[in-house]
């Protein structure tokens, strides 16, 4: 079946530094899509990537999806405190089903 | 309604209990999805609903679990002879379409078997 991981599992940086979690999927994927859940909260949609080698932007977030549509990353500028929470990536592969599949998450902590 | 809705917000059962949760997509969400998420863990795959046909059920643990849809509007989890090992949050998510969009997720079930 198909299996999406994530690395880091967890990641500690200080405030003002950059981060970056990575998405690798098993399979080659239709989309990506990115998600964000609080502690304590549900997760949040942020972004979806459809095309080979896109790069989307949100503010200091910044999103990518690899030549091959294997993999993916999220890179956060100058981290804040607001930032804190897990970040998952969810898969799509036509050739297994219709839903998205989700990877491992990384759990971000920003120390101020 | 404006978001999904779920219920109830907790839920705190006896081990061999059966117990029903209940899910309340976005209205026109043709596409329904079950998650268990487990304390620190990631989102483990259910169940998928296009309209009240669920074409994927392979995330179910076991056939304690079992998941309806009534057309495109609610759709109840039930989870029979409760385990501890059922213990987690159950979370539902809804979207336009199966590929449309990105997931809205409903704040989720905490179940507590004890």
């Known amino acids: 079946g198909q299996q999406v991981m994530q690395i880091p599992q967890y990641q500690h940086v200080q405030e003002g530094e950059d981060f970056t979690t990575y998405c690798n999927s098993s399979?080659?994927?239709?989309?990506i899509q990115w998600y964000k859940q609080r502690p304590g909260g549900h997760p949040v949609f942020l972004i979806q990537?459809?095309?080979?080698?896109e790069v989307k932007k949100q503010k200091r977030l910044t999103f990518q999806f690899g030549e091959a549509k294997k993999n993916s990353s999220l890179h956060i500028t100058a981290t804040q405190t607001t930032d804190v929470g897990t970040y998952f990536c969810?898969?799509?592969?036509?050739?297994?089903?219709?839903?998205?599949?989700f990877g491992t998450g990384t759990s971000l902590t920003v120390i101020p | 309604g404006a978001g999904v809705s779920q219920s109830p917000s907790n839920k705190v059962t006896e081990k061999g209990k059966d117990v029903e949760l209940r899910c309340d997509p976005i209205s026109g969400h043709t596409a329904l999805y079950w998650y268990r998420q487990r304390l620190g863990q990631g989102l483990e795959f259910l169940i998928y609903f296009q309209g009240n046909s669920a074409p994927d059920k392979s995330g179910l643990p076991s056939d304690r679990f079992s998941a309806e849809r009534t057309g495109e509007s609610v759709s109840t989890l039930t989870i029979q002879r409760t385990q501890q090992e059922d213990s987690a949050v159950y979370l539902c998510?809804?979207?336009?379409?199966?590929?449309?969009?990105?997931?809205?997720f409903g704040s989720g079930t905490r179940l507590t078997v004890v």
């Open positions: 399979t080659t994927l239709s989309n």
């Open positions: 990537l459809v095309k080979s080698g």
């Open positions: 998510a809804s979207s336009p379409g199966p590929q449309q969009g990105g997931y809205t």
């Open positions: 969810a898969g799509l592969d036509l050739n297994t089903g219709n839903q998205f599949y």
